[in-house]
């Protein structure tokens, strides 16, 4: 069992400094900013040429589905409050964002959700737990995450996600009106082609490649074992860093949640020693089970041997 707090005090001084300076949010996030408006300008992009006709659909839906999965970088950055301390600013990046491929949904109860699993993650009350189980099964709950999080919100609500709740519902309704009358108007199959499948793409992607793979094989709880419960991934950095949006060192996410997704492997890297003294849960490579190493085990002290007279 170790749901202990890490023990720092093997860093340095200046390892301490690096660490606060890694791991808290900054004024502005500028890789992520820059991020958000390639991300907007290829998104809203496609929808111009594809509604007036200037590019085939298909193309379009191939844009939308890779950059759709590109945008969960500032969607969750921005949950956590890591695109910018101007809380509004970080809110209307985050929200606008959630639009393009989440019309109905207000990004607060997102973050209501979010925040609720790394509390409780791989736990009863971990809202991400139904996005695990039989194999066969996980590319449907993968499709329809949006879904799941508001049915959890609808079951498992408080007074805190009450007011969110509502906002998602009113944003539901206009988004409602908006594509029943771009139907009405003929354009069903751009709405198909440029939202509907994107949308689900970057939802199956992104349920196995963040919801699902970091937590394998979901069988410890967050609050009995800390290292445990959230895998590190290792190898192939150079493939592997960009294709899962640094979240390959899951674990430091779950540590220090605040941190920007591009000073995981820094922060890790500055940890290892440390983490290193506590049971891991490691990923090699490609590898979808983890591999267990467990703590160095303490040797006891020798008594001192007898001195021949």
Do not use: K
């Not at 720092?8 to 200046?14: E, F, I, N, P």
């Not at 969960?72 to 890591?82: C, E, L, N, P, S």
């Amino acid at each position: 069992m170790s749901a202990r707090p890490l023990d720092l005090s093997a860093l340095s001084a200046a390892q301490r400094q690096t660490l606060r300076q890694l791991t808290r949010a900054p004024r502005y996030s500028w890789p992520v900013i820059a991020l958000w408006l390639l991300v907007m300008t290829l998104y809203l992009g496609s929808y111009v040429a594809g509604f007036a006709g200037w590019m085939p659909l298909w193309v379009g839906m191939l844009i939308n589905s890779l950059v759709g999965y590109y945008a969960f970088t500032v969607v969750h950055d921005a949950i956590h409050r890591a695109v910018s301390t101007r809380t509004a600013l970080n809110d209307f990046i985050g929200q606008t964002t959630v639009v393009l491929g989440a019309p109905y949904i207000d990004l607060r109860l997102f973050r209501w959700g979010h925040i609720l699993h790394h509390r409780y993650t791989n736990g009863l009350r971990d809202p991400d737990r139904v996005l695990h189980g039989p194999a066969w099964s996980l590319p449907l709950r993968w499709l329809f995450i949006d879904l799941l999080y508001l049915r959890h919100a609808l079951r498992h609500g408080d007074a805190v996600s009450a007011r969110y709740l509502r906002s998602s519902l009113v944003m539901a309704a206009v988004t409602a009106l908006l594509f029943g009358a771009l139907i009405a108007a003929g354009y069903g199959e751009h709405l198909l082609m440029l939202w509907l499948i994107p949308s689900r793409v970057l939802f199956l992607t992104l349920g196995f490649s963040f919801f699902w793979l970091p937590h394998v094989p979901h069988d410890t709880r967050q609050e009995d074992h800390l290292t445990r419960a959230t895998t590190v991934r290792l190898g192939h950095e150079w493939l592997l860093s960009p294709l899962l949006q640094g979240q390959n060192y899951h674990l430091i996410h779950h540590l220090y949640p605040s941190t920007p997704c591009l000073h995981n492997r820094r922060v890790w890297q500055l940890l290892e020693p440390v983490l290193r003294q506590r049971d891991l849960a490691i990923q090699h490579g490609f590898a979808l089970r983890p591999t267990i190493y467990p703590a160095p085990t303490a040797v006891a002290p020798q008594p001192p041997a007898a001195t021949a007279v």
